[in-house]
């Protein structure tokens, strides 16, 4: 990378640089990388531990493989000045909704820093939160609380009463004091319905809602969205309620024609397991389609169209008995997970979009 080119990167995303340096010297310390195998891979822009997860060198994975440094300190500035709508899940629901509100999980309210108050469902009127909690938290599936600023599914928590003082806490039975205690709102959070799995999907791991990432890409030329990679996740009992890989969940990915899924990865600390199962309820992935699929990327790509400022989105979405549901939407989506299987780059149309947003 031309030294001149890297201080312009700096100068430009000072925010990530700090972020990208800080999980490098994380990563390093975690694994035990020696100096030398972390500089040949930073000198490719690559963190030495995804290359590890590629099974490739930095220099041939220069050529197709999406490095760490560009999808950090460039990619992030793609949305630009739209970011926030990404970032805050707060804004993102507000943004989102009107165009989009069958595709969401039903809007509980917004939970404000402190959590002694809400802002209830659509109308926003201001009211004691926990009276709110506890009537809602009556629901069949339970209601999830969302910090507004969280990310790979930290600070999630739901609750669900089932009795007259008898509570679910993340599924762990506890009281209603317990379930007060939960509620630590040091950020705003939005507070939705719980969402449940397809049937089909449930059977493959029933403790966490499966979700897909979905990348979408506007092309530069056309301006049409385009699915440029897709990746089904499963939870684990290492994962809790989320499904995320780095919390000990499993992903596949997914035939974006077909919708058929493909071997399924499993992280061992900077190594990958494939199997064609789930390791723990050993139900089969690989080959098999998810339900719905074909309507889903319709959805969600004619969702995409209504959002141009927005041409580069990491969509989280989980495909129920009603149909496609949003979870959330990523702004610099990870690539690591969805780049296991096949490198980015290899794709015409993908290196086309990075390329005309100066990302290589």
Same mark, same amino acid.
């Given at each position: ?33 020696? #100096? ?18 590629? !099974?490739?060198?930095?220099? &041939? ?10 999808? *950090? ?33 039903? #809007?509980? *309210? ?6 002694? @108050?809400?802002? &209830? *469902? ?33 600070? #999630? ?67 049409? =969205? ?22 000990? !969940? ?5 035939? /974006? @024609? ?21 390791? @723990?309820? !050993? ?5 098999? /389609? ?19 400022? #927005? ?17 959330? *939407? ?12 096949? =490198? ?17």
């Amino acid at each position: 990378m031309p030294l001149s080119r890297l201080i312009a990167d700096v100068r430009s995303n000072r925010r990530q640089f700090r972020i990208f340096v800080n999980r490098e010297r994380r990563y390093a310390a975690r694994h035990r990388v020696s #100096l030398r195998e972390r500089v040949g891979a930073l000198r490719y822009g690559f963190l030495a531990e995804h290359l590890r997860l590629y !099974g490739v060198t930095a220099k &041939v994975a220069s050529a197709d493989y999406l490095s760490d440094w560009q999808r *950090g300190m460039r990619s992030s500035l793609i949305d630009s000045p739209f970011t926030d709508v990404l970032r805050n899940k707060l804004i993102f629901d507000r943004m989102i909704r009107p165009i989009a509100e069958k595709h969401l999980p039903p #809007l509980i *309210g917004y939970l404000l820093r402190g959590g002694e @108050e809400m802002l &209830v *469902g659509d109308s926003g009127d201001r009211s004691d939160a926990w009276p709110v909690i506890a009537r809602e938290a009556g629901r069949e599936a339970g209601i999830i609380f969302k910090p507004e600023d969280g990310q790979g599914g930290h600070g #999630l928590l739901t609750l669900r009463r089932i009795g007259e003082d008898t509570w679910l806490i993340n599924g762990k039975p506890g009281d209603e004091a317990k379930a007060r205690e939960a509620v630590i709102a040091d950020t705003a959070q939005v507070v939705q319905g719980v969402v449940s799995n397809h049937p089909e999907i449930d059977t493959i791991w029933p403790g966490a809602l499966a979700t897909a990432r979905v990348m979408v890409m506007h092309d530069p030329i056309s301006g049409e =969205p385009f699915i440029a990679r897709a990746v089904q996740r499963f939870g684990s009992s290492a994962s809790g309620i989320a499904d995320n890989m780095s919390s000990g !969940g499993v992903a596949a990915l997914i035939d /974006v @024609e077909t919708g058929k899924m493909g071997r399924c990865a499993a992280l061992t600390g900077i190594s990958v397991t494939w199997s064609t199962s789930h390791p @723990e309820t !050993g139900e089969e992935i690989t080959g098999r /389609v998810l339900p719905g699929w074909h309507a889903a990327v319709e959805e969600l790509l004619q969702i995409s169209r209504k959002l141009p400022f #927005l041409p580069y989105v990491g969509w989280d979405v989980a495909i129920t008995s009603q149909g496609m549901m949003i979870i959330e *939407g990523n702004h610099c989506p990870e690539t690591r997970v969805v780049q296991l299987d096949q =490198p980015l780059l290899a794709d015409p149309r993908v290196r086309r979009f990075y390329a005309h947003h100066g990302v290589l």
